[in-house]
């Protein structure tokens, strides 16, 4: 067996260690009630900070519902305006292929709340501040690009030769659309709903600059990192199930 074969177990294991064990270290502070360090170990457990995520008076459950409301609002206009986008990047020439993407990561360049800030003021003037509307399409600027930049990789040659073939036969724009395109990019397109739904659900800074008075699980957790780390670990792993509902969405929906 190659030297190079018998290393891979190792760096798989080594990988799988290094993206589990900070997940661990979560689970066991969530658990916490008193851990003073230097101990390694804590000197109580308790479920202190998961009442604190199921109590009604925290709006833990409200900040949640308000996260996935905006982030399924984000990541089906982005689906939506980026598939014709992504469809003009794809045939754009090499040179004018390169200059509009980096024009669509430029938004990402700009911190998140410099660019929230600005947008309340216009969001202000037309009367839509602190709502779910304008924080989802605050988020838009996040997710577009991701959404573009992963459904252009779809338009590849198979694909627009089967758009012809059905075109020949007959079938409408919209018959080709739903009959041909949609279903041979369905990988492309699971993946940017599922990076645009992650991308949204985790902004901070935008959500706290547009949305003022609606509170989602971010803009809840971080007050509680150097106040309470029992409660922010708690808050950190409910952080986590929609991105792991997503991966396994996304490995169900790619599978051979």
Avoid: C, K
């Avoid at 993206?19 to 658990?31: D, E, G, K, N, W």
């Avoid at 003037?125 to 600027?141: E, F, K, P, Q």
């Avoid at 808050?235 to 996304?250: E, G, H, T």
Wanted: hydrophobic share 60%; aromatic share 6%; net charge positive.
């Amino acid at each position: 067996m190659p030297e190079s074969a018998r290393r891979r177990p190792l760096l798989v294991g080594l990988l799988a260690i290094a993206a589990t064990l900070p997940i661990l270290t979560l689970a066991v502070r969530a658990l916490a009630d008193i851990w003073r360090a230097p101990a390694i170990l804590p000197q109580q457990l308790g479920l202190r900070g998961l009442r604190y995520a199921l109590s009604t008076g925290a709006g833990v459950p409200e900040a949640v519902l308000n996260g996935i409301v905006i982030a399924l609002l984000a990541s089906s206009a982005a689906l939506v305006l980026g598939w014709p986008a992504a469809r003009a990047l794809a045939a754009a020439s090499g040179r004018m292929r390169r200059m509009l993407t980096i024009a669509l990561a430029l938004p990402l360049l700009v911190p998140q709340f410099a660019v929230g800030a600005g947008l309340a003021e216009w969001f202000i003037r037309l009367g839509v501040s602190d709502t779910l509307l304008a924080v989802a399409i605050a988020h838009l600027i996040y997710t577009l690009p991701y959404v573009v930049v992963v459904l252009a990789g779809a338009f590849s040659s198979e694909l627009l030769e089967l758009e012809e073939v059905a075109a020949t036969v007959g079938a409408g724009p919209l018959q080709r659309l739903i009959g041909v395109s949609l279903p041979a990019s369905r990988g492309a397109l699971a993946t940017a709903a599922a990076v645009a739904l992650v991308v949204s659900w985790s902004q901070y800074g935008t959500t706290l600059a547009i949305g003022g008075a609606t509170t989602t699980l971010p803009v809840m957790l971080v007050p509680f990192a150097q106040s309470d780390p029992q409660i922010a670990a708690t808050l950190s792993l409910l952080f986590l199930a929609p991105a792991v509902v997503a991966v396994v969405a996304l490995t169900w929906v790619l599978r051979p």
